[in-house]
Nanobody
Framework: QVQLVESGGGVVEAGGSLKLSCAAS???????MGWFRQAPGKEREFVAAIQWNGGSTSYADSAKGRFTISRDNAENIVYLQMNSLKPEDTAVYYC????????????????WGQGTQVTVSS
């Protein structure tokens, strides 16, 4: 069983930065890890993902050039560094895990965290 706990959310002004963390318990070293977000009234959307060994990453177009996903398998933590934040980045951010390979479809992920709120003020 894998449990995921996100942290690092908060309120930031537009143009600012936040670094989200996802602490995993259980054996996640062979899991691809993803970040998704859901804004009020909108569907959940893919943000970024990283392969189990960190060898490959994938980003939504909205995240490219601003967000960076990374992982520390020794510590079982996945990070999402978010720079140049915009008001449209406001959402609850979720960490998720699936075996091995990156996918952008949330339905393919087996485990989810409870989410952390990110609010970007204009």
């Amino acid at each position: 069983q894998v449990q995921l706990v996100e942290s690092g959310g908060g309120v930031v002004e537009a143009g600012g930065s936040l670094k989200l963390s996802c602490a995993a318990s259980g054996r996640t070293s062979r899991y691809a890890m993803g970040w998704f977000r859901q804004a009020p009234g909108k569907e959940r959307e893919f943000v970024a993902a990283i392969q189990w060994n960190g060898g490959s990453t994938s980003y939504a177009d909205s995240a490219k050039g601003r967000f960076t996903i990374s992982r520390d398998n020794a510590e079982n933590i996945v990070y999402l560094q978010m720079n140049s934040l915009k008001p449209e980045d406001t959402a609850v951010y979720y960490c998720a895990a699936r075996p091995f390979i990156i996918r952008t479809e949330g339905g393919t992920y087996e485990y989810w965290g409870q989410g952390t709120q990110v609010t970007v003020s204009s």
